[in-house]
């Protein structure tokens, strides 16, 4: 099978710090070859995993753009896909198109005479309603948990081919560490992953807290000084820089209580797989939970709140701790030492390998192509 694996233009595959999707499509692409899948990659320039061929429009991540606004943004996404839909039409020998960009990949996609496609949806689906209410028939989607789709409007759910959950390649093989005292987030500094939450209660508990990750695509508290010392850049006032200074930073000391910006490589892994717990104090209902699945791997007990994806990954009192409030949230971070480490790590590997997400992926590959009219032609 020949596939093309759209990865978008925002970041490097695999991502050198923060990215989600990145990361998942770097995680089944090796497996994906390893069963005999040709992979023609469509990303940036500077991604180096090793494929069959990559195809690009941009050089490198366009992720810093993200937060611009639309009508500075909205062109970049549509050069990628638009460098995609010429490949599809300049070659007859692609099987099917397993696409990761949010509304452009099937927006375009639909509007080609061209082979099946696969759309995994990594997003809260709540967004794009009009397009998601009127969604391409053409074309196949996944959803990334079974408690995103069962949220999904109805045309989705119609085309959805099941869940697939995110894996890790650190399932099996996590990174052993010291343990150490400190409590971690892992992701992007904003509203929705509730870093204020955890924030205030480990200022309340007394306990040292490490916060990583981008905030508004800026990677180090370096760039974020620049931008709040300057009211003429376009980040000055984003709403995710705002909630860092104004609802964040208020619970940091700078020693105990931190915020790094983002890590990657090996970095990252040391500093997730030394932390005592994981927190997911999660202000909205995530989708799919990649920081999760990792922090399982690498035997990091997650302790979240009950909202999203995160019961259908966190086994209760086995493999973590959910909470339905702040106060309940306190309380398990106290008890984080009852999960046994080495049962969250044969979960991630039993559920969350990149070999099992490979083959789920290549059963829906299966199906795209047998239910895709152009197939039926
Ligand atoms: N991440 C990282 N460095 C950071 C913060 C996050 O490498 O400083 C990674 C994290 O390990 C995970 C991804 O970025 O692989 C975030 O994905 P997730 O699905 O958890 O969140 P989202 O895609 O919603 O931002």
Same mark, same amino acid.
Request: charged share 25%; net charge negative.
């Given at each position: 099978?020949?596939?093309?694996?759209?990865a978008?233009?925002?970041?490097?595959?695999?991502?050198?710090?923060?990215g989600?999707i990145?990361?998942?499509?770097?995680?089944?692409?090796?497996?994906?070859?390893?069963?005999?899948v040709?992979?023609?990659?469509a990303?940036v320039? !500077?991604?180096a995993?090793?494929?069959?061929?990559?195809?690009?429009?941009? =050089?490198?991540?366009?992720?810093p753009?993200l937060?611009? &606004?639309y009508?500075?943004?909205?062109? $970049?996404a549509?050069?990628?896909?638009?460098?995609?839909?010429?490949e %599809?039409r300049?070659?007859?020998?692609?099987?099917?198109?397993?696409? +990761? %960009?949010?509304?452009?990949? &099937?927006?375009?996609? /639909?509007?080609?005479?061209?082979?099946?496609?696969? +759309?995994t949806l +990594?997003?809260?689906?709540?967004k794009?309603?009009?397009?998601?209410?009127?969604?391409?028939?053409k074309?196949?989607?996944?959803?990334?948990?079974?408690?995103?789709?069962?949220r999904a409007?109805?045309?989705?759910r119609?085309?959805?081919?099941?869940?697939?959950? %995110?894996?890790?390649?650190?399932?099996? #093989?996590?990174? *052993?560490?010291e343990?150490?005292?400190?409590?971690?987030?892992?992701? *992007?500094?904003?509203?929705?992953?509730?870093?204020?939450?955890? =924030?205030? $209660?480990?200022q309340?508990?007394?306990l040292?807290?490490?916060?990583?990750?981008p905030?508004?695509? @800026?990677? #180090?508290?370096?760039? @974020?000084?620049?931008? =709040?010392?300057?009211p003429?850049?376009p980040l000055?006032?984003?709403?995710?820089? *705002?909630?860092?200074?104004?609802h964040?930073? !208020?619970?940091l000391?700078?020693d105990?209580?931190?915020?790094?910006?983002?890590?990657?490589?090996?970095?990252r892994?040391?500093?997730?797989?030394?932390?005592? /717990?994981?927190?997911?104090?999660?202000q909205?209902d995530?989708?799919?939970?990649t920081?999760?699945v990792e922090?399982?791997?690498?035997?990091?007990?997650?302790v979240g709140?009950?909202r999203?994806c995160l019961?259908?990954?966190?086994?209760?009192?086995?493999?973590?701790f959910?909470?339905?409030?702040?106060?309940?949230?306190a309380e398990?971070i106290?008890?984080?030492?009852?999960?046994d480490?080495e049962?969250?790590?044969?979960?991630? =590997?039993?559920?969350?390998s990149?070999?099992?997400?490979a083959?789920?992926?290549?059963?829906?590959?299966e199906?795209? $192509?047998r239910?895709?009219?152009?197939?039926?032609?």
């Amino acid at each position: 099978m020949n596939i093309l694996l759209n990865a978008g233009p925002w970041l490097p595959v695999p991502p050198p710090g923060y990215g989600g999707i990145e990361n998942v499509v770097a995680t089944l692409i090796p497996e994906l070859r390893a069963r005999g899948v040709r992979v023609v990659l469509a990303s940036v320039g !500077t991604s180096a995993i090793e494929v069959d061929e990559l195809i690009s429009v941009y =050089a490198d991540g366009q992720f810093p753009h993200l937060q611009k &606004p639309y009508n500075q943004v909205m062109g $970049i996404a549509h050069a990628h896909q638009a460098r995609v839909a010429e490949e %599809l039409r300049r070659r007859d020998d692609i099987d099917l198109v397993h696409d +990761h %960009l949010e509304v452009v990949g &099937p927006g375009v996609l /639909a509007a080609l005479d061209g082979p099946p496609v696969l +759309h995994t949806l +990594h997003w809260d689906l709540h967004k794009h309603a009009a397009f998601y209410d009127s969604f391409p028939h053409k074309i196949a989607v996944n959803g990334v948990s079974h408690s995103q789709l069962a949220r999904a409007p109805e045309a989705l759910r119609r085309a959805a081919l099941g869940a697939v959950h %995110l894996a890790t390649p650190l399932a099996g #093989t996590g990174l *052993r560490v010291e343990r150490g005292e400190h409590l971690v987030v892992m992701g *992007r500094v904003c509203g929705l992953k509730g870093q204020h939450v955890a =924030a205030r $209660i480990c200022q309340k508990l007394d306990l040292p807290l490490t916060l990583a990750g981008p905030v508004s695509g @800026l990677d #180090t508290p370096a760039e @974020l000084e620049a931008v =709040a010392q300057d009211p003429s850049h376009p980040l000055y006032g984003h709403p995710d820089v *705002r909630y860092l200074v104004d609802h964040v930073s !208020t619970y940091l000391d700078g020693d105990r209580a931190t915020w790094i910006g983002s890590v990657g490589g090996e970095d990252r892994d040391r500093l997730y797989a030394s932390a005592r /717990a994981s927190l997911f104090p999660i202000q909205w209902d995530e989708p799919g939970g990649t920081a999760v699945v990792e922090a399982l791997a690498l035997g990091v007990p997650p302790v979240g709140l009950r909202r999203g994806c995160l019961p259908e990954i966190i086994d209760h009192g086995r493999t973590g701790f959910l909470a339905d409030t702040e106060e309940e949230l306190a309380e398990w971070i106290l008890r984080v030492d009852e999960i046994d480490p080495e049962e969250c790590r044969r979960e991630a =590997a039993r559920r969350f390998s990149p070999a099992v997400m490979a083959e789920r992926y290549l059963e829906l590959y299966e199906r795209a $192509i047998r239910r895709s009219p152009v197939a039926a032609r």
